[in-house]
Structure formats: structure tokens, C-alpha cells
């Protein structure tokens, strides 16, 4: 028998998933608490959910992709949680990038019920997304893992990485964020030199793609800079930039949090997390 897939948080990593395992011929329940991306998926094939707790009715699979912490517990804990209508031998898979702790809490609550929780972390932006090229990072049993393989392989032809025990999914994402929002400080300020002494942009991307210190995602992340003002301060993009800055400092305060919890001092992540509004071009005085 064919596994039902669900999937809840259809934003820009959360839809093109979700589309991936529709045209990848899964039956596939959806649900968000924004209308639009739903009738979307249900325009391919999808059926929609009025709550979470349908799609845990619904679904064998389930994917997760919400915003934080808090955002996953209310999904699987709420009175109409996935918790409340997932059957016995149901899997969810936690996208969202969160504190490996709560990837345990939300593991013991589902054992509780009947049901498997483990964290799929995946990382390669909403352009690989769309393609179904990222790459999924996993904690938690194996065999779990290759339950839900099938499902995962169609959205992540980069690659479907046993991380080991419970959590360790999104310590390995937690590890990488911290590289990539190191690097996109160290690109706004090469291209902020670059503009500042007259040097054309296009030279300082051509020579770094040349030599491999800048790749095409950053020369992607670098778009905003490359702005006149009045585009980038526009409300559009700002509002594009203020929900990645958002995330990137959710991100980087649960590595710091972790970095804390080993005993570990990261100063880098400490000045970058304190820098992010600047990096990503958000005009925020109290961030800047």
C-alpha cells in the first residue's frame, strides 16, 4: 500500500516540498493557516485540510515546516494537533529548524500516542526547493528514517543524511546556518568595499566565483545589495528581508543556545547574530 503523505507550513520551502510529493504520486493532505498556498496544492492534486488534526487523520507521512518552536508545539500538541488525530504507527517529520530539545519533547509526546516523531532538517533554500534538489538531514531511528524515504527522495536529490540519535538532525543544521550566515557577513561586506572604493560589483563576483570563496547562492543572497536604494527600502523587499532576518536570528540564538549547553564559546555567531538586519539589508535602527 502507497504512503499517504501530509504536510503542514506551505510557505517557501513548505509548498514546493509538498508539490514534489504530489507530482512524486503520493496522495497528499495539506494544511496552513493561510488560505492561498492551500488552494494552490489543491489546484494539483492535494487534498486540503481545515487543521492539523485532519492531516494527522489522513496521512502516513507527515512533514512539518512551520516558523519555530513554539509554532511545532501548537501543531502537534494543540486540541486540533496531529497529535489528537494521528493514528498508531503515524511518522512525522520535523522541517522546521529548532532547538534539538524540543525534538525530543515532541518525540516523547508522540511515543505517548503512538507515534514516531523525528527531525528532518533540510537546508538548500527555496530555489532547490522548487526543484526538489535539497538535501535532508535526519536524527532518530534508522528504520524510521527509511520508512519515510520514498517520500523524502523526491524533494531531496542532494542527498537524505542519517545523522544519528534524535536531534542530531538539527544540530547538523544549526552547525551548517552558522557557516552560511558567517559567509553572507563576509560577502556583504566584500561587496560593501567593492561599491564603497569604486571597484565594479561585477569583478568582485566574477573573480570570487573564480576562486571558489563566493558561490552561486551568495552571488544570489547579494541581489538586495546590488539594489538601487529605492528598490531595496521599498516595502516589498523590505518585508522580504525582515522574514529572513527574523529567521536567521532565531537560528542563530538556538546556536548559541547549544553552543552554551556544551560549554562552548562561539564569538564569531555572537557578533554575526547581532548583525544580521545590516547583512541581510533590513532598515531597522533598533537591529542596525
Known amino acids: 500500500m502507497a504512503l499517504r503523505a501530509g504536510y503542514i507550513g506551505l510557505g517557501n520551502i513548505g509548498k514546493p516540498m509538498a508539490s514534489c510529493w504530489i507530482e512524486g504520486g503520493f496522495e497528499t493532505t495539506v494544511y496552513d493557516v493561510v488560505e492561498a498556498p492551500v488552494a494552490e496544492l489543491a489546484e494539483l492534486g492535494a487534498k486540503a485540510a481545515p487543521s492539523p488534526r485532519a492531516v494527522g487523520e489522513a496521512a502516513d507521512v507527515i512533514g512539518i515546516c512551520v516558523r519555530d518552536d513554539a509554532d511545532v508545539r501548537s501543531v502537534l500538541l494543540g486540541d486540533d494537533g496531529v497529535l489528537a488525530g494521528a493514528p498508531d504507527g503515524t511518522l512525522v ?131 538586495v545589495h546590488k539594489m538601487p536604494d529605492e528598490a531595496r527600502t521599498s516595502e516589498a523587499v523590505q518585508n522580504l528581508v525582515r522574514g529572513h532576518t527574523l529567521v536567521a536570528e532565531k537560528d542563530l540564538a538556538w546556536a548559541l543556545q547549544l553552543a552554551r549547553e556544551n560549554g562552548l564559546s562561539l564569538p564569531g555567531a555572537g557578533l554575526v547574530s547581532q548583525l544580521m538586519a545590516r547583512v541581510y539589508g533590513l532598515e531597522d535602527e533598533g537591529r542596525r
Open 93 to 223: 517529520l520535523i522541517h522546521s529548524t529548532i532547538q534539538p530539545s524540543t525534538v525530543v519533547e515532541m518525540a516523547e509526546a508522540g511515543k505517548a500516542l503512538g507515534v514516531d516523531v523525528i527531525d528532518a532538517a533540510i537546508t538548500g533554500g527555496d530555489a532547490r526547493a522548487a526543484t526538489g534538489d535539497l538535501a535532508i538531514m535526519a536524527g532518530g531511528d534508522a528504520a524510521l528514517l527509511e520508512k519515510a524515504r520514498p517520500i523524502l527522495d523526491v524533494c531531496a536529490k542532494a542527498g537524505v543524511f542519517s545523522c544519528g540519535e534524535l536531534g542530531n538532525g538539527m544540530k547538523t543544521k544549526l552547525c551548517i546556518n552558522l557557516v552560511t550566515y558567517l559567509q553572507w557577513l563576509a560577502g556583504y561586506e566584500g561587496i560593501a568595499l567593492a561599491k564603497a572604493s569604486g571597484l565594479p560589483v561585477e569583478v568582485f563576483e566574477e573573480v570570487g566565483l573564480a576562486n571558489g570563496q563566493i558561490t552561486p547562492l551568495m552571488v544570489r543572497f547579494l541581489t
